[in-house]
């Protein structure tokens, strides 16, 4: 399959979730690549990092349960318009440091602002998103074992 005929069958929801993994992996390798060309872009540098780990967060529930008082994070991850709600935030604030200092940086804010879109494209009766959710029931089956320790 390809990502045409999954569009066509409303199955974008694992394109998302690719993309927004995609994204992430750019935001940790390229957030710091403007750093010494402008004062305040340091601020923008801190707020890819932590926006590449919010993503991970949000496409991996299970490792939010490394930390505490992430039960909503975990809530609120398998909510379509969440997701793509946040990825256009964080494609914004992308953009946002784009009119600093035009740097590669401009690939993780295109990205994120597709993953928003697959996120929002996406048809919850056709969801071809099987490893996030069995990902899911792993999570919740390490916190049921932690629980009994």
């Known amino acids: 399959m390809n990502i045409f005929e999954d569009l066509k069958k409303g199955k974008a ?3 998302a979730t690719y ?7 750019l935001l940790f390798i390229f957030a710091s690549t403007g750093i010494g060309s402008h004062a305040l872009f ?3 540098t801190i707020i890819g990092w932590a926006e590449g ?3 991970l967060l949000i496409e991996f529930p299970f490792c939010a349960k490394i930390f505490r008082g992430t039960d909503r994070v975990l809530q609120v991850s398998g909510n379509k318009n969440f997701k793509a709600i946040t990825y256009l935030v964080f494609s914004i604030l992308i953009w946002l440091s784009l009119l600093l200092v035009s740097t590669i ?3 993780p804010a295109v990205t994120l602002l597709l993953a928003a879109a697959f996120s929002v494209y996406r048809n919850e009766g056709a969801e071809g998103n099987s ?3 069995d990902g899911r029931a792993w999570a919740g089956a390490a916190a049921t074992a932690a629980a009994r320790v």
């Open 13 to 15: 929801g694992i394109w």
């Open 19 to 25: 993309v927004a993994l995609l994204s992430a992996l």
């Open 42 to 44: 340091f601020v923008f």
């Open 53 to 55: 780990l919010l993503v």
């Open 105 to 107: 940086i401009l690939l």
């Open 131 to 133: 490893s996030i959710q």
